[in-house]
């Protein structure tokens, strides 16, 4: 089904509530995202699943290994989720993500400015793709001179951002 001119727009409060992964080891990725990124747990259903959250939430992530106990990642070359994003609230925030991902030895695969944002990509430990990044101000976005949004990708000064999460 193509999209029209004539298609109306979703209503603006719709967000993306969770993401639900498929996993090869529930404590490894527990590790990951509890105990380097710092999400919570909320929940744990055995060793098969878990659901994890920032602030209390009933989960933004789940874990499962139901379909996937012991497997590999999907190999190149195929569909899936290409990455899911979390959404830090302010550029100190997302600092001290980069700082606790130094901290644990785990590498970025990019780091970009994106005008509208600041991002970091990098992978879990089961491949999924990971963005983390903060949204700067709606009136701070680069605009066409139609006043569209005119994001671009230049290069993150990553120092500058572990210095910010460093002095919150």
Not at 53 to 72: D, M, R
């Amino acid at each position: 089904m193509e999209a029209t001119t004539e298609t109306r727009p979703i209503d603006a409060g719709v967000r993306i509530g969770h993401v639900h992964l498929k996993v090869a080891d529930l404590e490894r990725s527990l590790a990951f995202y509890c105990g380097v990124l710092g999400f919570e747990l909320m929940q744990r259903f055995g060793d098969g699943a878990a659901f994890i959250s920032a602030g209390g939430y009933h989960h933004h992530i789940g874990l499962n290994t139901w379909e996937s106990l012991g497997g590999p990642p999907p190999p190149p070359g195929t569909t899936g989720l290409y990455h899911s994003a979390i959404l830090y609230p302010t550029r100190a925030a997302l600092g001290d993500a980069l700082r606790r991902l130094r901290d644990a030895g785990i590498g970025l695969d990019g780091a970009s400015d994106h005008g509208v944002s600041e991002a970091l990509y990098l992978r879990d430990p089961d491949g999924n793709g990971v963005e983390l990044y903060w949204d700067l101000p709606r009136e701070q976005w680069p605009r066409t001179p139609d006043g569209g949004v005119a994001m671009f990708t230049r290069h993150l000064d990553l120092r500058s951002l572990i210095r910010e999460g460093e002095a919150d």
